[in-house]
């Protein structure tokens, strides 16, 4: 059936009129039940079994995902967006189109390493790259919406969504949540949602869905952090968390989503629910009934349903009995309409800009794949190095050892879209069978320990591949540990026996708790979750094509259960030492310090700073600023990329500030016994928190700046703020 557009509803269609107008215009001409119908996210659209709700305008939104997990299904989004909008286009009454939303975390026909693995590279300007690649490719399969980047800092290593995140620092968070908005909404026609607002991260491993017990000075000072950046960026939406905060789940607090983000920082996006998290309210014992859920949840601020239809369901009575104001609910269907114009689905021509312009199926091209062979690279961090790497293509016979070595699916990480399966690169035997002479490379793929230790006694060296498989990783995925899998360290051990060299490259989404491996290999490289370029870009790491220049996103756990420290590690009202005869907040038989600290990594070269000089001692408390410099040569042979690193630490505030806070970072790359100043600028703002009242503030007194490579080394000078 065909339903034309009344004549008079048409004024939306007018491009000249204002953006606000068409809006408003829209908005009146809309009943209420579709006023309704806009709000609705539904979690299983297609053009067949969706065909009545969307000709009726019982449907405003829709998400269309493989899913989580590599065995997720596989139907064509293109496909599906392009029979949805048909349908709504030219069934419903006012042929409103749909808001198409996917799960483009890190990539679609061309896919990225993960999160946690771009955060390695210390470099927003490749994530804004890589957002904008996998935005212009979800735009020509016909998607406008993306829930992602997520911004939660993650709180331990055994959570399964660690790999989601940028680690756990909130400038390293802030800056690639930024750079990710930035690179999805480049083109002006695609919205990113960052998400879980807020807090989120700091669940434990087994409780995605979690009670924080945390304050309102930690959710400024730390978590809030990163969303405000991604919205000072522009992102267009936010999603809720499926969490409570103190007891109040975030579906129903009104004090964060609408006082604060919607209120208080001026939020004129979209607040999207989590999937069914609206109707999880029942769940918590929060709400008595869908009815109340759905009525808590829109008080609360709200927008966008996903997936629970309490909105669709309860909320035209609602609003009719008054338990729900009628500006409220326009004002959520106010904010639907505005990104749908936005994403060009309200323009007056007979198709939408975003329909699909490519065919279905349709792989990466060449810039694409040589993206992301560069951010695999770039996201490689290399732990420890007794000279082995790089290797040479005389380097003898290789054996090349483990499960991921002829498995490219097995590189690609959790939330994997169907194109991207499609789309991959060779493995990394063929990867690394070009960089060698004929013959010279064995292959074993480890499921007989017994063959693979033959092949190391007949081989010249070993790389070894170990890790996680991307199904250990992702939402409701926690592990009890972050140790290897089972049996993949008797391998090592056993490989490591023979006596001959050892490389190892470790493929995860999480810090593994390491410190047995690197005890048994001669070199050690982490690579997190690749992507479908990982064969080459670890083979080019390997024979030095492109030199490895990650760092480490967050610390690298000494012992299980280890939680975060640096950011979370804050001043005990016992002073800690590292003496051994201190007595208060150590393990009695371990150190309680993580293996290697964040902004960790090696190169094929070395480099040397100098100690850290300053301007002056003095920083002005209002205007003005302190140059803090040193200098950094390149010791090496080799050229190479080091990340410079400002940390800072106030010694006294209102609140218990962090022992070490990264303040700022600068990359610079030297060519052997090249030197250069890095120099930071450091005015008083570096130093702004929260307080305990809630009020930014910035504190005379003495303040401590670091520069260094890593968290762990650096050079101390002392600063006086006036």
Same mark, same amino acid.
């Given at each position: 059936m065909t339903t034309t557009t009344a004549v008079g509803h048409r004024g939306w269609l007018d491009a000249r009129r204002t953006p606000q107008e068409r809006v408003e215009l829209l908005l009146g001409?809309?009943?209420?039940?579709?006023?309704?119908?806009?709000?609705?996210?539904?979690?299983?659209?297609?053009?067949? $079994?969706?065909?009545?709700?969307?000709?009726?305008?019982?449907?405003?939104?829709?998400?269309?995902?493989?899913?989580?997990?590599?065995?997720?299904?596989?139907?064509?989004?293109?496909?599906?967006?392009?029979?949805?909008?048909?349908?709504?286009?030219?069934?419903?009454?006012?042929?409103?189109?749909?808001?198409?939303?996917?799960?483009?975390?890190?990539?679609?026909?061309?896919?990225?390493?993960?999160?946690?693995?771009?955060?390695?590279?210390?470099?927003?300007?490749?994530?804004?790259?890589?957002?904008?690649?996998?935005?212009?490719?979800?735009?020509?399969?016909?998607?406008?919406?993306?829930?992602?980047?997520?911004?939660?800092?993650?709180?331990?290593?055994?959570?399964?969504?660690?790999?989601?995140?940028? $680690?756990?620092?909130?400038?390293?968070?802030?800056?690639?949540?930024?750079?990710?908005?930035?690179?999805?909404?480049?083109?002006?026609?695609?919205?990113?949602? /960052?998400?879980?607002?807020?807090?989120?991260?700091?669940?434990?491993?087994?409780?995605?869905?979690?009670?924080?017990?945390?304050?309102?000075?930690?959710? *400024?000072?730390?978590?809030?952090?990163?969303?405000?950046?991604?919205?000072?960026?522009?992102?267009?939406?936010?999603?809720?968390?499926? *969490?409570?905060?103190? $007891?109040?789940?975030? *579906?129903?607090?009104?004090?964060?989503?609408?006082?604060?983000?919607?209120?208080?920082?001026?939020?004129?996006?979209?607040?999207?629910?989590?999937?069914?998290?609206?109707?999880?309210?029942? *769940?918590?014992?929060?709400? /008595?009934?869908?009815?109340?859920?759905?009525?808590?949840?829109?008080?609360?601020?709200?927008?966008?349903?996903?997936?629970?239809?309490?909105?669709?369901?309860?909320?035209?009575?609602?609003?009719?009995?008054?338990?729900v104001p009628p500006a409220l609910l326009d004002d959520a269907v106010r904010r639907v309409l505005r990104l749908k114009l936005r994403a060009g689905l309200l323009d007056p021509a007979p198709e939408p800009r975003t329909a699909v312009h490519a065919p279905a199926d349709a792989g990466p091209g060449r810039a694409a794949t040589a993206l992301a062979r560069r951010a695999a690279a770039a996201s490689t961090v290399l732990l420890k190095n007794t000279g082995i790497l790089p290797l040479h293509g005389n380097v003898g016979t290789v054996h090349l050892c483990g499960p991921f070595v002829d498995d490219v699916d097995a590189l690609l990480g959790a939330w994997v879209q169907p194109p991207g399966r499609e789309t991959t690169g060779p493995t990394l035997a063929a990867a690394v069978a070009g960089q060698l002479a004929s013959g010279a490379l064995l292959v074993s793929d480890a499921r007989f320990s017994d063959l693979a230790v033959h092949r190391a006694e007949t081989a010249d060296l070993t790389v070894a591949v170990l890790g996680e498989h991307p199904s250990s990783s992702g939402e409701d995925r926690c592990l009890p540990t972050a140790d290897l899998p089972v049996g993949q360290l008797e391998l090592l051990a056993e490989l490591a026996a023979v006596g001959k060299p050892v490389v190892v490259v470790v493929v995860t989404a999480r810090p593994l708790e390491l410190r047995p491996v690197l005890r048994l290999a001669d070199a050690v490289l982490v690579v997190w979750h690749p992507g479908g370029h990982a064969g080459p870009a670890v083979a080019d790491v390997l024979f030095d094509r492109t030199p490895p220049s990650g760092r480490l996103p967050m610390n690298l756990p000494r012992m299980e259960p280890q939680g975060a420290s640096g950011t979370f590690e804050r001043a005990s009202g016992r002073r800690l030492g590292r003496a051994r005869d201190a007595k208060f907040g150590h393990y009695l038989n371990a150190l309680g310090s993580p293996e290697l600290s964040l902004g960790f990594g090696l190169t094929y070269t070395s480099f040397a700073y100098s100690e850290l000089e300053l301007s002056r001692d003095v920083l002005p408390l209002r205007g003005g600023a302190v140059r803090a410099s040193v200098e950094v040569a390149n010791t090496g042979t080799r050229p190479g990329r080091e990340v410079v690193q400002l940390y800072l630490r106030d010694l006294v505030a209102d609140v218990v500030r962090p022992l070490l806070e990264l303040a700022d970072w600068q990359t610079v790359e030297l060519a052997p016994g090249e030197s250069t100043k890095v120099v930071f600028r450091v005015t008083a703002d570096l130093f702004a928190y929260w307080d305990r009242d809630l009020r930014r503030r910035v504190d005379p007194g003495e303040v401590d700046l670091v520069v260094g490579p890593n968290a762990a080394r650096g050079s101390a000078a002392r600063l006086v703020i006036v």
């Open positions: 001409a809309l009943t209420l039940e579709e006023k309704v119908g806009q709000l609705h996210l539904a979690g299983d659209l297609d053009p067949d $079994g969706s065909r009545a709700d969307i000709a009726a305008g019982r449907v405003g939104a829709g998400i269309l995902s493989g899913g989580a997990h590599p065995d997720g299904p596989t139907t064509s989004i293109a496909a599906t967006a392009a029979g949805c909008q048909r349908v709504a286009r030219t069934e419903s009454r006012l042929g409103v189109p749909l808001l198409l939303g996917s799960d483009v975390v890190h990539g679609l026909a061309t896919t990225f390493p993960i999160p946690l693995g771009l955060a390695a590279s210390w470099d927003p300007a490749l994530v804004t790259a890589c957002a904008a690649v996998a935005a212009e490719e979800a735009l020509a399969a016909g998607l406008h919406l993306t829930f992602a980047p997520m911004v939660d800092l993650a709180s331990e290593h055994r959570w399964g969504r660690v790999g989601e995140t940028s $680690g756990d620092e909130p400038l390293l968070a802030s800056r690639m949540g930024a750079a990710a908005v930035a690179g999805f909404q480049s083109g002006g026609r695609f919205t990113a949602a /960052a998400k879980h607002f807020c807090g989120y991260g700091l669940v434990q491993a087994e409780r995605d869905h979690e009670t924080l017990p945390v304050g309102q000075v930690a959710l *400024h000072n730390l978590h809030l952090r990163p969303f405000r950046a991604c919205l000072d960026a522009g992102a267009g939406a936010v999603m809720a968390g499926f *969490h409570d905060v103190d $007891g109040v789940p975030v *579906h129903a607090h009104r004090a964060l989503l609408r006082d604060l983000l919607k209120d208080g920082w001026g939020f004129d996006g979209v607040v999207v629910s989590e999937w069914d998290g609206i109707g999880q309210l029942v *769940h918590q014992g929060v709400a /008595a009934d869908l009815r109340d859920a759905a009525r808590q949840a829109l008080l609360a601020g709200v927008d966008l349903d996903m997936a629970s239809g309490a909105y669709r369901a309860h909320l035209p009575a609602l609003v009719a009995d008054g338990a």
